[in-house]
């Protein structure tokens, strides 16, 4: 009998009830949310997230849909089938950008090019639709249009509630279109207007230079057919970007309308003026109205960032603008930023800085009350061992204008008396497939990682006063073109 209660005991022992596996609980909104952040810059990433399961489908959506790039007809119809089959999609949406460039061809004459041009996919039945379910949606609009006018610019008014506004190609927009666009636009702070790849005419500056000098209401009759209503209050504008503009002399002359645009609250300006090369062709520079402004927004500008392409050779053109601004420092209008917190030299040119001009502004600009300095650069991964003997030695031809010699003037207490952080950012450009096709590098990860070291290693060691005082923040933006997917127009949408 014991033994029998044994076997029973033994048996129940034995058939221990299997452990329940807890129910499936979606992860917290928070954390998805975090983990689509970290994928947001590849799109097949978050479309795969978004097939693993349902509870990831809504958050890849979010960053998926949040920007909208419209190049061409297709791009409408598969964006409206997408509204049409899931429209809460639509409010995901927060920067609208739209690219069309003029596909006529070049030869034969201007009648023949005329007839045959194509019609713009802004005036689609689907541009309809979608225009009118984003307009009250959309926050930063992008336009790259070429060339923009009113058979394209209804799209783009229905976006009425904007407050980034970025134009590219603004070589080839009349003012007059440009305040058509955006008038309505009651909501805008933002502003940044690109020239585009066009080098600027002489004829056509002379001209407008000669105009603008004898005619003071220029800029009143250049806008007349889509002159804002005098019950209107101007822009107030709190970011503005110049970026190889200033040729066009109206359109800066416009901006610096008070009856358009309210510039007493900028708080950050970024300025990229003409390559050095550009500026020999042109006779007489007019500097009036950049000096106008800088002037303008003299004590309110909180940020400043200089752009250049700086061209690595030794003999280039000297650079007319940098000259005008720099030459007599206590004279400069950069002299007029008093409340200047931030300062940015960013090189577009692959080049690694030209430290002879990055000493020149240091020392050019208001300093008491500047506390970030930064500068950036883009650089491809296999030009870096060509570029650092120039950068990071001291030049025999022009002693005193290398990374050391920014050491030494940044630790001055005196001059840079409340300076609290010098950030170095280095993107560094690579792309991974064609790497592996051309079998150059078999280790494109490594290769890459190993280059980023030596990048941080070769600026910590040599702005050794910086980072003692830890002043120092050098950063390295890894740039595959590979994943990069297609190229924006517009360089800065990150900043």
Known sequence: MESHQKQRRKKATDNT???????????????????????????????????????????????LFSQIHIRKTQDLSRISKIFEKSPHIASHVNRLVVEELDVQPTFGSMKDRTSISKVSYFQSNDATKIASILGSRVRE????????????????????????????????????????????????????????????????????????????????????????TVDKPPFRLTRLTLDRTEHRLGLLNFVLDSRHFDLGALKDLDLTWMQAEEQSEIATLDYTFLDRLLRKVGNNLNSLTLGFHFSGCHYSPRDQYLEHYTMNPVASPLQSLVTLESFSIIDQGYNLFDLSVCLTLLNSIPSSSLTRIHFKTLIDVDDFTELTPASFAEPEENPGRDWKAVDTL??????????????????????????????????????????????????????????????????????????????????????
């Open 17 to 63: 009830a299997p452990i329940r596996c807890a129910s499936r609980e979606a992860a917290p909104p928070e954390i998805l949310l975090l983990i689509m952040k970290e994928l947001h810059g590849s799109k097949v990433s978050l479309k795969t997230a978004a097939l693993v399961c349902r509870a990831w489908c809504g958050p890849a959506q979010v960053y």
């Open 141 to 228: 609009l992008g336009v790259s249009v070429h060339t923009l006018d009113k058979n394209n610019l209804e799209f783009l008014k229905q976006m009425k509630r904007v407050q980034t506004l970025k134009v590219d190609q603004c070589d080839n927009i009349p003012v007059n279109i440009l305040v058509e666009l955006i008038q309505g636009m009651r909501n805008l702070t933002s502003l940044h207007l690109f020239g585009g790849e066009n080098e600027p005419k002489a004829e056509e500056y002379e001209k407008d230079r000669l105009q603008l000098l004898t005619d003071t209401t220029t800029t009143s009759n250049a806008v007349s057919s889509a002159e804002m």
């Open 410 to 495: 940044l630790r001055d207490e005196d001059r840079f008396p409340v300076l609290t952080t010098v950030n170095i950012t280095v993107v560094l450009e690579f792309d991974s497939e064609a790497c592996v096709k051309e079998m150059a590098n078999r280790h494109t990860e490594e290769s890459v990682g190993q280059t980023s070291t030596r990048i941080v290693g070769l600026f910590e060691g040599t702005l050794m006063s910086l980072k003692e005082r830890g002043l120092l923040n050098v950063e390295i933006e890894k740039l595959d073109l590979s994943l990069a997917g297609p190229k924006s127009v517009f360089w800065k949408w990150g900043d």
